[in-house]
């Protein structure tokens, strides 16, 4: 028995993966999404066995959910896009099920898992995905209201400790990361986002000044926000003065 997701942006092409899936009781459909963004939170939530998987969806394309994944699923690409068929391969895919294909090509994919003719494909993803993705995250998922949503790093302007969460601060809204404070330090580029609290990290490129009191120091952002700078992490901020 396997578990399984099927994520496409059209509500034709999950139609018909359903209904080809009839004729496999083996393969158990737990639930759907028709976006990027919908997409990794379901994966993570049911953790399938199998994922069919569309490439160009609203939010996040398909390559770009499998690296937010806390676990890597068997995936079989269905897509209209054939220029991505060299990449699912390079990433270890089961099989690439490019649209429009007929039950009989449908059974040639799943006859790939029936017949285990498939790889341990966890490292081989993880490593060859990582390969395309820059050292440091270029966007995060974080909460908003019932959604997970993507937001440009560079936006953030402060990141603030929330318990076991953080809170990430932009110009127009603050999220919330499942992410704790020191987790998200050591993701992003130190060289921007430094630390100046045990409850605080900055964005450099959005720091309007630097107050200088006695024997302390604060931050105020761009958008006016002021953080405090804790004495543990002053010498972070004296090795940016020059």
């Given at each position: 028995?396997?578990?399984?997701?099927?994520?496409?942006?059209?509500?034709?092409?999950?139609?018909?993966?359903?209904?080809?899936?009839?004729?496999?009781?083996?393969?158990?459909?737990?639930?759907?999404?028709?976006?990027?963004?919908?997409?990794?939170?379901?994966?993570?939530?049911?953790?399938?066995?199998?994922?069919?998987?569309d490439?160009?969806?609203?939010?996040?394309?398909?390559?770009?959910?499998?690296?937010?994944?806390?676990?890597?699923?068997?995936?079989?690409?269905?897509?209209?896009?054939?220029?991505?068929?060299?990449?699912?391969?390079?990433?270890?895919?089961?099989?690439?099920?490019?649209?429009p294909?007929?039950?009989?090509?449908?059974?040639?994919a799943?006859?790939?898992?029936?017949?285990?003719?498939?790889?341990?494909?966890?490292?081989?993803?993880?490593?060859s995905l990582l390969?395309?993705?820059?050292?440091?995250?270029?966007?995060?998922?974080?909460?908003?209201?019932n959604?997970?949503?993507?937001?440009?790093?560079?936006?953030?302007?402060?990141?603030?400790?929330?318990?076991?969460?953080?809170?990430?601060?932009?110009?127009?809204?603050?999220?919330?990361?499942?992410?704790?404070?020191?987790?998200?330090?050591?993701?992003?580029?130190?060289?921007?986002?430094?630390?100046?609290?045990?409850?605080?990290?900055?964005?450099?490129?959005?720091?309007?000044?630097?107050?200088?009191?006695?024997?302390?120091?604060?931050?105020?952002?761009?958008?006016?926000?002021?953080?405090?700078?804790?004495?543990?992490?002053?010498?972070?901020?004296?090795?940016?003065?020059f």
């Amino acid at each position: 028995m396997k578990k399984v997701v099927i994520i496409d942006d059209e509500s034709a092409g999950r139609q018909l993966i359903k209904q080809y899936l009839e004729d496999y009781p083996e393969l158990i459909l737990l639930g759907e999404a028709n976006n990027g963004v919908d997409a990794v939170k379901i994966i993570n939530e049911f953790k399938p066995d199998l994922v069919f998987l569309d490439i160009q969806m609203p939010g996040m394309t398909g390559f770009d959910v499998l690296t937010h994944l806390e676990e890597l699923p068997q995936i079989i690409f269905s897509t209209a896009y054939d220029q991505y068929a060299l990449k699912a391969f390079e990433v270890h895919a089961v099989d690439y099920l490019l649209k429009p294909y007929t039950k009989e090509r449908f059974k040639i994919a799943v006859d790939k898992l029936k017949e285990n003719v498939q790889v341990n494909n966890a490292r081989p993803l993880a490593e060859s995905l990582l390969m395309d993705t820059p050292k440091y995250p270029e966007r995060i998922l974080v909460q908003s209201q019932n959604k997970l949503v993507t937001i440009a790093v560079e936006d953030v302007i402060r990141i603030e400790a929330y318990g076991d969460y953080s809170k990430l601060v932009t110009e127009v809204k603050t999220y919330v990361s499942n992410y704790g404070i020191s987790t998200l330090e050591e993701k992003l580029n130190e060289s921007i986002f430094i630390r100046i609290h045990r409850s605080s990290i900055i964005n450099l490129n959005a720091v309007k000044e630097l107050n200088k009191y006695t024997k302390s120091y604060d931050v105020t952002m761009k958008n006016g926000d002021v953080v405090r700078v804790s004495r543990g992490y002053m010498e972070n901020i004296k090795k940016l003065m020059f």
